[in-house]
């Protein structure tokens, strides 16, 4: 009985391995990622459970403050978007990582078989990558929520207590660059 392949010399072994070490970076990368996504949507979740006492207060008032709730509302709805563009996100990023463990095995399996197919790696490298960018790309919208979010709590805190500060710094005017 013949072998379908012979093994490979050390020097090709070698070769192989380091053509691993690109997948694996980009792996690793990738893994970074989906943890820092996944904090992000705990904080998502985390923030959404303590509007929960909040709207029960502003429920059970006589007069709720209509700004507060408005404030609440439009945050809650932030938090929603926040949350589905995150799971997107995180989907890609999950996609990404398993094409990108799929270019390292391909990598393996084409070489030691001795197959003419190059093209098999390079594709799911190529796919990985679209997918992380794809995935940082939604991140990149996140987070530009994340910050409309913060952003309308301290024009909140204003608001209420704009009257307290010096009159130095009610006069000054807010930057808004970034707005």
């Known amino acids: 009985m013949r072998l379908m392949f012979s093994l490979p010399n050390l020097e090709s072994t070698v070769g192989v391995l380091s053509s691993m070490i690109t997948p ?4 690793l ?4 990622l989906i943890l820092t996504t996944t904090n992000r949507l705990v904080r998502i979740v985390d923030r959404v459970r303590e509007m929960l006492p909040e709207f ?27 949350a589905r563009i995150g799971q ?3 989907s890609q990023l999950y996609l990404g990582l398993g094409a990108f463990l799929a ?5 393996g399996v ?26 940082s790309v939604l991140l990149i919208f996140e987070s530009r929520i994340a910050l409309a979010s913060a952003y309308a709590e301290m024009d909140y805190i204003r608001h209420i207590s ?3 500060a010096p009159s130095k710094l009610r006069k000054a005017r807010r930057w808004r660059m970034f707005r």
């Open 24 to 27: 694996a970076v980009m792996i």
């Open 29 to 32: 990368a990738t893994s970074s």
């Open 56 to 82: 029960e207060k502003l429920t059970r008032a006589e007069q709720p403050d209509d700004r507060k709730l408005t404030m609440l509302f439009e945050d809650l709805g932030r938090a929603t978007t926040r």
């Open 88 to 90: 997107h996100a995180l």
């Open 103 to 107: 270019t390292s095995i391909a990598l």
């Open 110 to 135: 084409v070489t030691f078989a001795r197959l003419n197919a190059g093209w098999v790696p390079l594709l799911f490298g190529a796919i990985g990558v679209a997918l992380l960018f794809s995935a």
């Open 162 to 164: 704009g009257h307290l």
